[in-house]
């Protein structure tokens, strides 16, 4: 029972990004084995893992021998190995989203709660009122991950205790129930398309890693991508928001149709995940009803793809009666047992049930499993017959596979977004409705309808492909239509020419004039009064008498108008606050207005000389004037923030070259670097927090008074960068990875007053410092030596049998090397198959002499190559009894390689406590690794 506790305790979880490829594993399990790179140990299940073992191609769970060891890789988190990104978590999760995160104490996300196109967010913001009546709401946020969620931000922290209780008084609002989910600091983000179409999202990947490559040290992240969307995960909160930022102006001043959003509950992703592709979606058992152990009536289902079971406590499943069979699809001679019904709510039901090709060829498909198998659709309801005596449960798995494999090759699931505007409209939408009609009669290999206010495609890959582009294109045609200017209305004269002119100064027409759909509503409620609005030529807006018998006309409509002005539109001013008078501020209160006007259709906003201008509707200008000071309020705490940033500057510990070159050399370099910047009023000083928190930090050393003044912050904090930029232009950091072949030298010819060097590994270092002298030292450690021409030879090395012959050299060979040249025959072979060729090496083992015919010699040295190249090297660790051993019983330890069939060499002598094991083949070391345990000296 210890045992497997202590099994059970020292289980990692490796979540892997993207899919593992099978000719990788063997590799990243060396990798979870080393130490340096991520942080593990001995692997105490190593000899059972497989490539089988990795679940979905991205979650292997192991367990390392030392419970220290799975502390520490739990700890790392984000690892990096090749192009994978990995994510380590305990072993009694599953995966990264299940993780335990902290919950956002202050805010609370309110799902399913339903605001019509004609209210406002008000209604949000008084429920959330409602549920913590003494606290304030500071932000209300409106989610795009889910339909009807919102996330509401409080002024402090919430009393979750008290806010539950008030929700249980009041779960329901117009007829639906409210569900409330606590929010976490996941630290991530999700980047989707809102229309669900099938996005590259390369580039995007590529922009990341190109944007956290301007920060000054290595920066971890974890990805999750799929068709629809782009999930992003730090273990940096600051540098989630910075990065966050970043994209949201990106996407904001591009014409991606994309939406980036914080993610604050993993549960709100779930519409964008791949699960929810219909080509990626898996099917389970319970896809499937017994219509032996129904009722009269199918329950219904709680959620897509799970069937709901009846409680049998409450009533007893009856057995099908006559009314029961006479609804379903089979004849006196079926029986019930036979049948196996599809749930109705699925989508490969819904395709199955409406494209007829598609189901024509799934009943083929079928007849391969079994040729008794049979899809019947009856009355809306599918279902699979099995004529055979294979039992139901074994054609399941069978059947539900081929549907899976079906769906995947030969069909298609697409969803259109339809834009509001088109939705609120009849005649647009009727246009729609005809279409999709017209093709699901003329079509059978497709079916379209309209659900949850989208438009919704099933069928064969490539028509519907070509049919949902050709009904994409109509609906942006009705959208320019529905967005269209508004029309040129011809000044038709009235019987008595009788005519009031709207003054150009007025709200009135400012309003009437430059948003379309209050001209549309005025002009239609004008015709109470006998009135017709009509735009004339050189920028005039008109109201013609239409009723010649009205002898108060003209004080009709004058009355009209000035309660128009008074009671249903207004305008508003607002000044932009003095610290978000500069560029990059006015850049983003722009784009925020843009968004606002687009949310408020009844409204225009302009920005003239740091002040807001908004005129429409009375209430869409409230409510523009409530969401912008709220805005404005959150972006000037944010500039408080950044301005207090700006005068202190870190340079952080971890992988941060400018943190090496200041601890380094002797402080000669910290010393120069705090010359310069005394220069600037700034101050270089050190700080220690603890051994990971640990750096250098610059403060701003103006006058009190000075640093309140943003200007002159602005300009100090400038020219530090500019100073730090320009002191650290001149150092580099290389990594060195050497040639095959060749290992780090005894010694290496560098100036220690100029660069560092750090080994990490025989045949891998870092190279820190002045560039000229780092780029020189690593074209020196790289450097492959040049092989010596024949006439270089002298026949004191060798003894040749006639000096004229041909002669090639391979020089500075180590021994390890001339051993695995024995391992693999190589020098049998040329001796049984090469009688032309003499073969020497000197005594040292370090220099092989090939001589004799030409043709030969370029044969035999292209082998010696092609084996040498391919030598992999592993270091093991051990203690020093061991190697001890090994080095005394070292014939007997060849001995029982040999019988392993086992082409290694084994360096015992260069570390006092490792080894390290050569071959050409990684399996080979693989293999060596797992019986080397076994073996007894």
Known sequence: MDDQSTKSSNCVTVEIYPHLKQDDFDLLILFLESKRQSGGGDISNVDDLTFANVQNGKILRIFYQDSEVTKRVISKKFLKFKNYHIRTLPGSISSFKCENYDILTDKLIIKNICVDNDDDESIVEMYAEY?????????????????????????????????????????????????????????????????????????????????????????????????????????????????????????????????????????????????????????????????????????????????????????????????????????????????????????????????????????????????????????????????SLTDNNSLKTKTLTALIFFFEKKAFHKIIEIPARILKSPDLMSKIDSKIQEYNKLCPALYFRIQNQQLEGFGCKKILQNKSNELSQLIDVLSSQSNANLPTVEAKPSENNIKISISPDSLAFKVLWNIKNIFFDFKNSVKSIGADLRIEEDHKLSLFNMDSSNSVWEAKVKDYLEEFEKKQVKTIKLGVPENLRNKINIDIIKIELKEQEKSLVSITVELVENEIVAFGYCKAVDIFTRNINKKLKYYQNNSEKNFANKLLVVINRIKSVEYKILQGFNGKYFKEFSDNLNQIQAILTAYYKNETDNGFKIFCNLEKSEQQDVNKVNIWHQRVLESRKNFFNKFTRQAVQLPHGKTAPSKVDFDPEKIIIEWKSGTQADIIGEKNEVERVKNNLVKKEKLPESSDLSSSQFNFSNPNENTFLISDLKWFQIRILFEEQFFKHLSDNYKDLNVMLDTQLTRICLSGNKKEINKAKKMAFKILEKILGAEIECDSATLDQMQKNENQFLSYLKDQNLKCVVDTKSNADKFIVYSTKLEDIEKFKSIFSKFKF
């Open 131 to 387: 549920l913590a009546p003494y606290n304030e709401v500071t932000n209300l946020q409106k989610s795009s991950l889910s339909y009807n969620t919102f996330i509401a931000t409080f002024n402090s922290k919430l009393d979750r205790e008290s806010l539950y209780a008030r929700f249980s008084k009041k779960k329901i609002l117009r007829k639906k129930e409210i569900v409330l989910m606590d929010p976490f600091n996941t630290k991530s983000f999700l980047i989707f398309s809102p229309k669900k179409q099938d996005t590259d999202f390369g580039h995007l990947i590529d922009k990341l890693n190109s944007e956290l490559a301007n920060f000054e040290k290595s920066n971890p992240y974890f990805i999750e991508t799929n068709s629809y969307s782009l999930l992003v995960q730090f273990d940096n909160e600051k540098l989630l928001n910075e990065i966050f930022n970043i994209f949201e102006l990106y996407f904001k001043s591009t014409s991606l149709d994309l939406i980036i959003e914080k993610v604050y509950n993993f549960s709100l992703v779930d519409r964008f995940s791949a699960k929810n592709q219909i080509v990626h979606k898996p099917l389970l058992d319970r896809t499937f009803v017994e219509v032996a152990v129904q009722t009269d009536f199918l329950p219904e289902s709680n959620s897509k793809g799970v069937e709901s079971v009846s409680n049998t406590d409450s009533k007893e499943p009856s057995k099908l009666n006559s009314t029961a069979k006479s609804n379903l699809p089979f004849d006196a001679d079926t029986k019930p047992e036979q049948l196996i019904e599809f749930n109705i709510e699925d989508i490969y039901t819904t395709a199955l049930l409406n494209v007829k090709q598609l189901f024509f060829n799934f009943q083929e498909e079928l007849t391969k499993i079994n040729p008794k198998l049979e899809l019947i659709n009856s009355n809306g309801r599918l279902f699979l017959k099995n004529s």
